[in-house]
């Protein structure tokens, strides 16, 4: 790691804003060629310890300051006026380092659909590449293989730099949850990572093998870290991209200015600066550096460098409730970690062997379409509620028209997951009064909701965050309260049929005996962000309120990209870590295009 003062004083072909999941990825690809000078600036700092490293430990470093951003929405008013909680990774390797390493592709028909946004280059062949790139996958073990992992090789990346593989150990959960899925019409999916993640299946987790260890984005800087060429410089906070004078018919980002230990330095650039700082962060910065909405900009008294309305805005997320139960016989779930004893022999065995229950987490998901947990006459009837309200003057006038007629016809394609079901096991209650009482989670995420919320810088300084309001549950023809609703009887269906219902002793919370209007309560008191905030600096044309265009260059500036979920113009239906790793690979692919055509000219 460098000195901020050496770090400021040296001259940098690029300059990556966010050592993060994108960030570090892509500027440590970018190194590779040996004639660049590559400089990185993060604010968090590298911490490489056993709350980071075992996957048993997914968890443990939220809510603390040292790992995480803590940012909070807004009060949601729809969601009892709660501010919900937003974790994202304040350390080298950002939120992946934290996460739950699923490393999942998304949907072949929903990448392929971009294209009907006004998007180009980024279909799912091409998707498909890039994370393939990223990947160094391990085929599954015997046992993971009992347990219904992914096995195709063709579909996974060998050579890449994310270490991947089936998790080692299973909770006695795993294999009723399938059997129950299955005997309601939810097939074993082998082969997720096809194109085609319908179904119930074992996902391949970013995990190295040989450790039973997390592995992130890390990864790619531990490869080139010894290099002369590049630069990562931790603890520092950028403040703003410098811009050249608004005289300039198209500007040019000429360096960032970041704080380090309470001073203040700037540090030039020559080639381009790429914004790499989240979804949350990235709107921030490109409004304090004077790009974005001219109202914002004007009440903060920041110089407007280029109008674009869309910064800040189109954000998404996935949102999740969750349903609690009380199991029948003995088994041992992640709540025993709460026991000292346990605990402590637990990481001693991983410690000594590197098995056991800190060598995994959560491993089974199950991603099914709307017709698959909405009962015809309800989905007939959200449809119609749904449609006189996309007849509104409001959205047909939207410039997100094209995106709310595109996620229209995903609620009747039996291809495209509408929801995903996650079974955790643990769960903890008010009055658990049982001596030795078990109990699992389901937990259901809408991953396709219609709110659309903002983010946006509140005061001229990158210490106060800014202002996060994902509109939860504010959707048209209240169709995300509608699919929560029904989502929620569905899994009530899974935890009373078959193997899964057999053990289920009672279900705690929500009830099936309560009427849809309690239900309703109970999800706008219990609905959460599931931590995948997308879409503030969105590849989309620019009269679509779009911000970078599909080569992921901010419209109006010459060398200004952004590379991070930001730019994810409408949401995936799967987990998002192994797209955002593509996102650095198509990045420097693009780079090193354009840089090879401007050596020719």
């Known amino acids: 790691m460098e000195a901020a003062a050496d770090f400021a004083r040296q001259a940098f072909d690029y300059i990556v804003v966010g050592g993060g999941t994108t960030g570090l990825a892509l500027a440590s690809l970018l190194s590779a060629d040996p004639q660049v000078r590559v400089g990185v600036i993060e604010a968090g700092l590298r911490k490489d310890d056993e709350m980071i490293l075992l996957p048993g430990m997914v968890g443990k470093p939220l809510d603390n300051p040292d790992y995480d951003w803590l940012f909070l929405t807004k009060p949601q008013t729809l969601a009892k006026s709660r501010r919900l909680p937003i974790p994202r990774g304040k350390v080298l390797g950002g939120s992946s380092a934290l996460n739950y390493m699923a490393y999942t592709r998304g949907s072949r028909i929903e990448f392929n659909d971009w294209e009907k946004l006004g998007i180009t280059g980024w279909d799912w062949d091409t998707i498909r590449d890039a994370v393939n790139a990223a990947e160094a996958w391990t085929p599954p073990s015997d046992y993971a293989k009992l347990h219904n992992a992914d096995n195709v090789a063709h ?3 060998r050579h890449g730099y994310v270490k991947t593989t089936a998790y080692s150990y299973y909770y006695d959960l795993v294999q009723p949850f399938f059997s129950t899925m299955n005997k309601l019409g939810v097939m074993t ?10 179904g119930i299946w074992t996902y391949t987790a ?14 790619y800087y531990d490869r080139v870290s010894s290099q002369p060429n590049i630069v990562c410089l931790t603890g520092a906070y950028a403040s703003r991209v410098l811009m050249s004078d608004n005289r300039d018919e198209v ?15 700037s540090a030039s650039v020559s080639r381009e600066v790429i914004l790499s700082a989240g979804a949350l962060q990235t709107p921030q910065l490109l409004e304090l550096s004077g790009i974005g909405n001219p109202d914002i900009l004007r009440k903060l008294e920041i110089p407007l460098k280029v109008d674009l309305p869309g910064v800040g805005e189109n954000l998404q997320d996935h949102f999740t409730v969750t349903l609690g139960a009380e199991l029948l016989g003995h088994h041992i779930t992640s709540d025993d970690l709460s026991s000292e004893r346990f605990f402590r022999e637990r990481l001693q065995e991983y410690r000594e062997t ?30 119609a509620s749904l449609d006189r309200t996309l007849q509104s003057p ?18 009747e394609n039996d291809a495209v997951a509408q929801l995903e079901i996650i079974l955790f096991p643990s769960y903890t209650h008010v009055g658990c009064t049982k001596e030795n009482a078990k109990h699992y989670t389901m937990s259901i995420f809408l991953q396709h909701a219609w709110s659309r919320g903002s983010v946006h810088a509140t005061t001229t300084s990158v210490f106060d965050p800014p202002e996060i309001d994902l509109a939860t549950l504010d959707s048209p023809g209240d169709v995300d309260m509608m699919m929560l609703l029904e989502a929620v009887k569905y899994t009530f269906k ?23 209007d309690r239900l309703r309560d109970y999800i706008r008191s219990m609905v959460k962000s599931a931590w995948h905030p997308i879409g503030t600096a969105s590849m989309l044309p620019r009269s679509a309120k779009g911000v970078v265009n599909d080569e992921l260059k901010v419209y109006g500036t010459a060398n200004l990209r952004v590379a991070d979920a930001s730019i994810l113009p409408i949401h995936l239906g799967t987990h998002p870590q192994a797209t955002l790793y593509g996102v650095a690979h198509r990045a420097a692919d693009i780079i090193a295009s354009k840089q090879k055509m401007t050596a020719k000219l």
């Open 189 to 198: 999916n082998y082969s997720e990572a096809s194109g085609d993640l319908i």
């Open 354 to 383: 590197r098995r056991g229950v800190f060598s995994s987490t959560l491993s089974t998901l199950a991603f099914i379409p709307a017709s698959a947990f909405i009962p015809a006459d309800k989905m007939k009837y959200m449809l």
């Open 394 to 411: 409001e959205i047909k006038n939207s410039p997100y028209k094209q995106w709310y007629e595109l996620q229209r016809t995903w609620l």
């Open 494 to 516: 899974i935890m009373q049929t078959g193997a899964l219902g057999d053990l289920t002793a009672k279900i705690i919370e929500p009830l099936p005996t309560w009427s849809d």
């Open 155 to 157: 579909n996974h990346g």
């Open 251 to 265: 500007l040019r980002a000429l360096g960032v200015e970041f704080y380090s230990s309470g001073q203040l330095f």
């Open 206 to 219: 970013s995990v190295d093998p040989q450790t039973n260890t997390r592995s992130y984005s890390t990864n």
